[in-house]
């Protein structure tokens, strides 16, 4: 059953508002989370080798061997399950209609190329911000 036009409107005006709240969450849940077939048959791939030297390390009394199979089983497993890393990072600029424009890269606004020694400094603004209000 589809939705009327009330609901679609709002639907829209939800997703804006959550847009323009917290981009990086409406990011996330856009994304389709989809992982490549490649990943699940290098993953396969290391879980079998694996068990096979397991195998040939217990069957030898290689316990090298085994451990080795073991910690590739694992690996394997883990390969899979796992998500992909991610660039962390801003995921841009919302502007008034919602729309998420990327960050250019480079220099942020207080002149610092961002990294460690950005984040001090703007973590030590706030907390001056945050004194200065209190008084």
Do not use: C, H
Not at 1 to 23: I, K
Not at 108 to 133: I, V
């Amino acid at each position: 059953m589809p939705l009327s036009e009330y609901e679609q409107r709002v639907l829209e005006q939800m997703e804006r508002a959550l847009t323009s709240d917290d981009p990086r969450l409406a990011n996330t849940l856009q994304s389709s989370g989809r992982r490549s077939v490649l990943r699940y048959v290098l993953a396969g791939v290391a879980v079998v080798v694996g068990l096979l030297l397991l195998v040939v390390g217990v069957a030898s009394s290689s316990t090298w061997i085994g451990v080795v199979g073991f910690v590739l089983m694992f690996a394997g497993v883990v390969f899979a399950v796992a998500a992909p890393r991610r660039k962390s990072g801003p995921a841009g600029v919302v502007d008034g209609e919602g729309n998420v424009t990327p960050p250019k890269p480079g220099k942020t606004k207080d002149g610092s190329s961002g990294g460690w020694s950005g984040f001090l400094s703007r973590m030590e603004e706030r907390w001056d911000r945050r004194r200065d209000q209190g008084r």
